[in-house]
């Protein structure tokens, strides 16, 4: 038996739009669902106080998003339970959103986009892809704004180079777009018959028994500690098994990203800091047992691997 609305809150979809992209926006940050559930229910909150200063910040920007904004916040604050004579003054918003670290919490979080920093109220829909690289060069390319979640199997190899990067273009307010390029060569083969080599038929030909498939997930993260990547990474983890794991936009320094891994089970890592923790941003995560990666080459927003497989 579902729960009765609580008083005075309408149903959902009954709600214009964009109402409804600020009340699914504080449901992804708090954890929590409308309308049965308010600021006590947030597990988020509990693990993170400052978040409440998120809340007011996202009610006030409702406020005064267009003519109806008052309505907005109202029906936000009812839901919510967050008490209207708590919210700051225009003064005071201002001054969070000069704080570095309060505007550093708000990209790593994934609760804006670009700069200046723009609330991240479009839908959460997630691009799920299953794809085999063949051999050669292939390039995939990743919207640091988008939900993008890529599972990657090689043919079977004993070795790889993979090359992770981004690029932050300032004439697109800030946008950046990561890249990630596998170059697999042919792996040495072996025939089958070896009598038939050079007979008219032929022989069929086998890769070495070393060599095997290469398993890696690439997600998008749009902030290392945004709670949809932080569920989606240990589901996706846990189903798929990688060897390899490259998270991009991160929005991190690498002296930053001890804590949010400490619930990662990777024993190994390679990271791209992100600039001023607004922007890009990458993890190159393995376990150590499984592959061997080592770094070939990296500049500032560049990282190449070479990935050897265990004999």
Known sequence: MSEPLPANLPPRNTLAQSTQRYISLLETQLSIA??????????????????????????????????????????????????????????????????????ERLYQRGIVNFFLPVLALEELKEDYICLDVPIGFTTLELKGTGCQIIFIKTPPISKCKLTVTFTVDKNLKYSTTHRVQFMINHPKVFPENTEKVDSIEGSVWHPLPHCCPLHVLVINARGAIHPHFNHIFAQKTSELQPDVVIVTETRLEALNTLEPRQSIHFDSSLTIESPLNFFGGTWFLWNSFNVAVQPVHRRKQLLGTEINLPN
């Open 34 to 103: 409308y309308p049965t559930e308010n600021l006590e229910h947030s597990s988020q909150l509990n693990r993170d106080p400052v978040l409440k200063l998120v809340v007011s910040l996202i009610i006030v920007i409702s406020n005064r998003s267009c003519p109806s904004g008052e309505d907005y916040s109202q029906l936000l604050d009812e839901w919510l339970h967050f008490g209207l004579y708590e919210l700051p003054s225009l003064h005071d918003y201002k001054e969070m959103v000069r704080d570095r670290s309060f505007l």
